[in-house]
């Protein structure tokens, strides 16, 4: 692990303890905050992009002339508090990968709202050991099966897959959090467009849902350099091994696991969401 930071038993990159002990004690969360949270590879990007064009109406100018991290910032990441201090005259979104014991603890008693998206773990973990091989903040993984293996295991930046959306999942039901889904996102991304407007009270007409639509399709956002991560510094990002924007698709688990691996990962899943008492829409295949 290159740049990793050790907080509270986790790992944590592209940050230190402080900035970590900012996001968790310190950040002042607004009511009308609203907050894009995932594990990582499971839609994030995406959400940005979305959340982008919706608050601009639709216009894809701030979307193509601002980067994401600075449109929906990282809280736990380097120069957040800095970056705060500039978000003054608009609605403010965030991003974050944090597990929920690690969040902001001002969040517990506001209105700001969480949207949390998903994805088929599976696919997770194919875009997470392809993402390993471009980020030279994380270790390069050796090869697929060593890197599921620590993926079951929970030996990677950001901890579990498992612990992350059990630990999320708690706030179901709440009125003030979404629970969405990558594959939500591609079977009926105008309905889903629609849900997360209601949900953040947002309203749209039909044209300008056309236009986030337009604007947050996979080629769109893979050809868009404020989207696509090609200005993050080559010290960060190695995009000479492979692309931050790879496929956009569901499924690619089927072109990576053997049935050994596919069969183990669904013992585990089965072991470790057992309790969580909130139906999952993914099947076993």
């Not at 979305?50 to 994401?68: A, C, K, R």
């Not at 997470?128 to 390069?140: C, D, P």
């Not at 079951?152 to 897959?161: A, E, K, R, T, V």
Request: glycine fraction near 4%; charged fraction near 30%.
């Amino acid at each position: 692990m290159t740049e990793c930071v050790e907080y509270k038993g986790y790992r944590f990159p592209a940050t230190t303890v402080k900035d970590l002990e900012f996001a968790e004690n310190e950040l002042q969360v607004l009511d009308d905050d609203v907050f894009n949270v995932t594990y990582p590879k499971s839609g994030t990007t995406w959400m940005i992009e979305i959340l982008s064009l919706i608050h601009s109406n639709g216009d894809p100018t701030w979307s193509q002339e601002v980067p994401n991290w600075d449109r929906v910032p990282w809280i736990e990441v380097q120069g957040t508090e800095e970056k705060l201090k500039k978000i003054q005259d608009r609605r403010r979104y965030f991003s974050s990968h944090l597990p929920r014991q690690f969040f902001c603890k001002s969040f517990t008693n506001s209105k700001a709202k969480v949207i949390y998206t998903a994805r088929h773990p599976k696919d997770v973990a194919v875009s997470f050991y392809h993402f390993s091989k471009i980020n030279k903040l994380f270790e390069y993984p050796e090869n697929f099966d060593l890197f599921l293996k620590n993926f079951l295991s929970g030996n990677l930046p950001y901890g579990s897959w498992f612990d992350h959306v059990k630990g999320w999942l708690e706030l179901a039901g709440k009125d003030n959090f979404l629970f969405n889904t990558y594959e939500d996102l591609q079977k009926d991304l105008r309905g889903s467009l629609k849900r997360i407007c209601t949900f953040i009270g947002k309203e749209l007409d039909e044209a300008a849902l056309d236009a986030v639509m337009e604007n947050v399709s996979f080629k769109t956002m893979k050809d868009n350099r404020m989207a696509n991560f090609s200005l993050v510094p080559e010290r960060i990002m190695d995009l000479t091994k492979g692309q931050f924007m790879r496929k956009g698709i569901s499924g690619d688990w089927k072109n990576h696991f053997t049935v050994a691996q596919s069969e183990y990962f669904d013992k585990v899943f089965k072991e470790k969401m057992a309790d969580i008492g909130v139906k999952l829409p993914w099947e076993e295949n």
